[in-house]
DNA sequence: GAAAATTAGTAACATATGTTACTATTCAGC
DNA sequence: GCTGAATAGTAACATATGTTACTAATTTTC
């Protein structure tokens, strides 16, 4: 099991496996939760950025695009995107803003809420039930954790 | 910053916040990470998938397009563009096996092995800087919590 | 207060990724 | 040993995502 460390190896000098590789595990079970989550998705005809652009929606009540970038990991372009699918499917209403017209207030319509309420349920179900495998003070320093390596992939 | 709970509130019922919620946030950190690690991939020529393929094959020495794809979250079609483009770039061999000649046997040229490695040290070393913001026990917690969900993420 | 720089958002293009269906080979059952 | 099911891998297509460059509105600077 240990790696070798002759010349002929041919990680020589190098002992690296993908398999325990922390960035890559915590990417792989990113997929994972995300394939999961897809069938919530599917179901209320919602894409993953439509879901999340929703979600940030609900949240705030009233936010402009940018903010909406700001405050997730997606580019402009998604935001852009994902609000179109969004309104094209009247989850969502745009009012432009009278005190800066190059911004456009986003809002959910009843019909958005409810389809968030659904899938934000399924949602926490299913957080739920994953960090139920864990004890209380493994899901807290989970999030501490979490909290950490948050700055640090961008800073390091 | 506690939810409403009234029948105005666009959550009404729902207390959910995307920020919060802890499978978004580890899609966000993966996202992270990969971005960071990006470069190191770019600067070698070599994309995402064809780097963990090249890892894979590393660990392995020799294995088999289908054993790569039961080591990594990839589908079998992204497995053979990986290898294509690998082999293009002339850092991987295939073999064709003769006892089963459907399956080919893939090994990286010692050119490979070199771009694996250089990479596979700028990985490490990135790993290392964002752990060592952790305790020590909370990279063993991070390890443990890891392992739990990665099995509850798809069984549950 | 006009010209230059900045910002919000999108269009158009290129690239990447997922999906379905196919070929070639091997395995299983009879 | 022949027929039907299974497996490894890929081609061809559809969809999704990232990138660049643009428009329109606003702010800044002189």
Redesign the pocket.
């Known amino acids: 099991m240990a790696a070798q460390k002759d010349g002929l190896s041919p990680n020589a000098g190098v002992s690296f496996s993908l398999e325990e590789f922390i960035p890559f595990r915590i990417v792989s079970l990113g997929h994972a939760f995300s394939r999961r989550l897809a069938d919530a998705y599917d179901d209320e005809g919602v ?3 439509e879901w999340r652009v929703l979600a940030v929606i609900a949240e705030h009540r009233r936010i ?3 903010d909406v ?1 700001a405050r997730t990991p ?5 935001v ?2 994902a ?2 699918g969004l309104e094209h499917k009247q989850l969502v209403e745009r009012a432009p803003e009278e ?6 207030m986003l809002t959910l319509t009843s019909h958005g809420r409810s389809i968030f309420r659904r899938i934000a349920k399924i949602a926490l179900d299913y957080e739920a039930r994953i960090l139920s495998e864990l004890t209380v003070s493994e899901r807290k320093a989970l999030c501490t954790s979490l909290s950490k390596l948050e700055v640090g992939a961008n800073n390091l």
């Open positions: 894409t993953i950025p402009a695009a940018r970038v997606m580019d402009k372009m998604s852009s995107r609000v179109s005190t800066d017209r190059r911004v456009a």
